[in-house]
């Protein structure tokens, strides 16, 4: 799998593309349909890309902004991708903050989906 780091950055950049410009559970269809998982700040936030969606439709925000400033792609063992993202988000009047965020994509069905996914705010103090 020789083309891992160019399929990870093309995937980061249309997510989170994607999430900000909205509807942010529009994401929701590039996770495994059934098995798909997202953790939010060390809760479980959601299984199945329609769990995930909905997840999503629920946040409170209205506007979001993601600027990634580091990204570490691996292809795994077996033929998955993990890529491991740090950078800053702003969501409405809410002051900048810094959130690290890991998936984990499998190929299925000629598509590259997320199998797992976690997501935590970098909170000082």
Not at 35 to 52: P, S, W
Not at 63 to 72: E, K, N, Y
Not at 76 to 105: H, R, S
Request: some cysteine; proline content about 4%.
């Amino acid at each position: 799998m020789s083309d891992f780091k160019a399929i990870g950055k093309a995937f980061i950049d249309f997510y989170y593309s994607k999430f900000d410009q909205g509807p942010r559970e529009g994401v929701a269809a590039l996770y495994e349909p059934v098995n798909g998982m997202m953790n939010f700040n060390n809760v479980d936030f959601a299984k199945g890309a329609q769990e995930i969606a909905e997840k999503l439709r629920s946040l409170t925000f209205q506007t979001i902004s993601h600027t990634v400033s580091t990204m570490d792609i691996q292809p795994t063992y077996d033929n998955c991708i993990m890529i491991v993202v740090t950078g800053g988000l702003k969501a409405d009047n809410d002051p900048p903050m810094q959130f690290t965020e890991t998936f984990l994509l499998r190929f299925i069905n000629n598509s590259w989906l997320v199998i797992n996914n976690v997501f935590r705010l970098i909170l000082h103090g």
